[in-house]
């Protein structure tokens, strides 16, 4: 899985689809975020990329915009 960190790219194809255990640009409840979606048992999770951060169960507003392609790091190494 992509590791992102603050001020890197993300590449995603547009796709309002999702399939399960895939990593997508999402918004729920009005939020923009970057997970993993996954079903369990009928109920929709979002799994976060940072095992420090738990499971969202998705309860309302919810949809996807694309599935991230790839990560570009934005650090700029200076010489």
Do not use: M
């Not at 993300?10 to 997970?35: H, W």
């Not at 109920?43 to 738990?54: K, V």
């Amino acid at each position: 899985l992509p590791r992102i960190a603050e001020g890197d790219y993300v590449i995603a194809r547009k796709t309002s689809v999702a399939e399960s255990g895939r990593v997508y640009v999402c918004v729920n409840e009005g939020e923009c975020l970057v997970k993993i979606v996954r079903l369990y048992g009928g109920q929709l999770c979002l799994e976060s990329l940072n095992r420090a951060y738990g499971v969202i169960v998705v309860t309302g507003d919810f949809h996807v915009e694309g599935e991230v392609k790839h990560v570009l790091s934005g650090r700029i190494d200076v010489v």
